[in-house]
């Protein structure tokens, strides 16, 4: 398996409140990208980072900021969580070559309440 | 607008027989294709890709079928085993190094 790990696992919340989670990898992989899934919706794109400091906006952006000051590391963050924003994200890392596939973390399941 | 296409929220299929699960494209700058396979509380996981110069590629028992003219793959499992059951998702994207442009999913069950 792919080096990815995400955190936390599982977080329950209330609205109006900060979450930032947290991705890392161990692959030196210049590419990483955070993702959500929702029913009816299949994975939507948030953000990504083609490398350190350097992220653009994906398909569902709103209402999410990014930040990667470490190539391991690639944190998701609410600034004031929705319920909207209740869903299992994933984060994902690629070389970015080709057809080199995207390897996925095991996702976060966020409640916003 | 949606780019990649799985019509198919469902399929059911007996065991040993085979699945095939569908995906449709609008983009024909699209370079590559691939097949993510995905079991509840995991990530989606890499099964086969193809690239948008091929038609067919095959690895054990998945076999991808491209037809660019019809901006149509398949993903054909033969036989199909109970644990194939899974949420399948088509991705595509451009050489270039972009995101993965992901379509809604198809939910395959695999009876024994």
């Known amino acids: 398996d792919a080096g990815i790990t995400q955190s936390p696992r599982h977080k329950v919340t209330e609205t109006g409140t900060p979450v930032t989670l947290r991705c890392h990898q161990t692959?030196?992989?210049?590419?990483m990208y955070w993702y959500r899934q929702d029913p009816g919706h299949g994975l939507r794109l948030i953000h990504y980072?083609?490398?350190?400091?350097?992220?653009d906006k994906g398909e569902v952006s709103d209402g999410y900021s990014v930040s990667r000051s470490k190539t391991e590391d690639f944190l998701l963050t609410l600034e004031s969580a929705t319920s909207s924003q209740t869903s299992v994200y994933f984060c994902?890392?690629?070389?970015?070559?080709?057809?080199?596939?995207?390897?996925f973390g095991d996702g976060t399941r966020l409640s916003i309440l | 607008d949606q780019q990649v296409k799985q019509n198919s929220p469902s399929l059911s299929v007996q065991e040993g027989r085979i699945s095939i699960l569908n995906c449709d494209y609008t983009?024909?700058?699209?370079?590559?294709f691939l097949w993510y396979k995905k079991y509840p509380a995991e990530g989606p996981t890499f099964l086969i890709s193809?690239?948008?110069?091929?038609d067919k590629n095959e690895d054990g028992r998945f076999t991808v079928f491209l037809n660019k003219s019809a901006k149509h793959l398949s993903l054909h499992i033969v036989p199909s085993q109970p644990g194939d059951s899974a949420v399948y998702f088509c991705?595509?994207?451009?050489?270039?190094?972009?995101?993965?442009?992901f379509g809604k999913g198809t939910r395959l069950s695999v009876i024994a």
């Open positions: 692959e030196n992989h210049r590419y």
């Open positions: 991705a595509a994207l451009w050489a270039g190094n972009t995101p993965l442009v």
């Open positions: 983009n024909s700058m699209f370079d590559y």
């Open positions: 980072s083609y490398g350190v400091k350097d992220t």
């Open positions: 994902a890392i690629s070389h970015g070559q080709g057809d080199q596939p995207q390897h």
């Open positions: 193809i690239s948008s110069i091929k």
